[in-house]
């Protein structure tokens, strides 16, 4: 999905990136804290199949509601309809 981004312009910020220099003791909170600052400086959210199963997804998806983001679908690269509510 980063690569179909990157080949078509956008800036990527991917959270595996965005956390690498934690240390290997990191708790999720930690990983958490990293991608909420990440995700609060982007225009858009790409989603993959099955992000509603993700407690961190589901937390990406919730603030990307309230900061009022564009989603796109992470697999077709195609923009996407916002869900109208995350179940966290």
């Keep these: 999905a980063q690569v179909r981004f990157l080949s078509r312009g956008f800036d990527v910020v991917c ?3 965005v956390c690498a220099h934690l240390p290997d003791d990191a708790l999720p909170p930690d990983y958490m804290r ?29 603030l990307a509601l309230v900061l009022g983001l564009r ?9 996407t309809t916002a869900p109208a509510a995350v179940e966290l």
């Design 15 to 17: 959270p595996l990136d």
């Design 34 to 62: 990293e991608d909420v600052r990440a995700l609060a400086g982007c225009e858009a959210i790409a989603v993959l199949p099955g992000w509603e199963r993700s407690v961190g997804s589901r937390c990406e998806a919730g």
């Design 71 to 79: 989603w796109f679908d992470a697999v077709t690269g195609e923009p």
